[in-house]
């Protein structure tokens, strides 16, 4: 079950799949049971060290990080965990899309367009990029300014903050904590 409350369903294995041109990894609350995995650590690397594109969107970079596809590398994430990819010797940037070398990564759940529409232009070419924008009609109006932390101000953030306390009230420890087991320090 996702933390939306609806399941999703695999169509294949990790050993139905054993490589890929691009490797996408999703963030959510549930990152912290992926890192925790070793078979699916142990795949997420071994697909990443081979794909042509190692994406992710939200807080899915702190799983590549923490698969060690992101040593060195500069790197997006929602910007509620984006400093917890210094756990895993990434630089975090304060960015909707952030591209570095072959490492494409987005910020939280809307900026996975941004993502997804730079990602498709390096794959595809821009013009392709720009049909499926307006295909999908992608012309971002929002009723309002406080969907970055800076415009939404401090009140705001910390209703955020105390929300997920609430929801994962150990997330970022345990998050060290898997970082610690995983090599990093």
Not at 143 to 152: I, T, V, Y
Request: proline residues 5%.
């Amino acid at each position: 079950m996702t933390d939306a409350g609806f399941a999703i369903v695999p169509t294949a294995t990790f050993e139905d799949v054993p490589a890929a041109d691009i490797l996408c990894v999703p963030g959510g609350f549930g990152i912290n049971g992926v890192i925790a995995d070793d078979v699916a650590m142990a795949w997420v690397r071994s697909v990443g060290e081979r794909a042509t594109w190692v994406t992710s969107v939200c807080t899915g970079s702190l799983i590549l990080g923490a698969a060690g596809l992101l040593e060195g590398y500069r790197a997006g994430c929602h910007w509620g965990q984006r400093e917890m990819l210094r756990l895993f010797k990434a630089e975090p940037v304060d960015a909707r899309t952030v591209i570095d070398r072959n490492r494409v990564t987005g910020g939280g759940v809307t900026a996975g367009i941004d993502f997804a529409l730079t990602l498709t232009a390096l794959v595809r070419g821009e013009d392709h990029a720009r049909a499926v924008q307006l295909a999908l009609e992608y012309d971002p109006a929002p009723p309002f300014d406080s969907g970055s932390p800076e415009r939404a101000g401090p009140a705001l953030v910390e209703t955020y903050r105390a929300r997920v306390r609430k929801l994962a009230p150990t997330r970022d420890d345990d998050l060290r904590a898997l970082a610690a087991k995983r090599g990093y320090s």
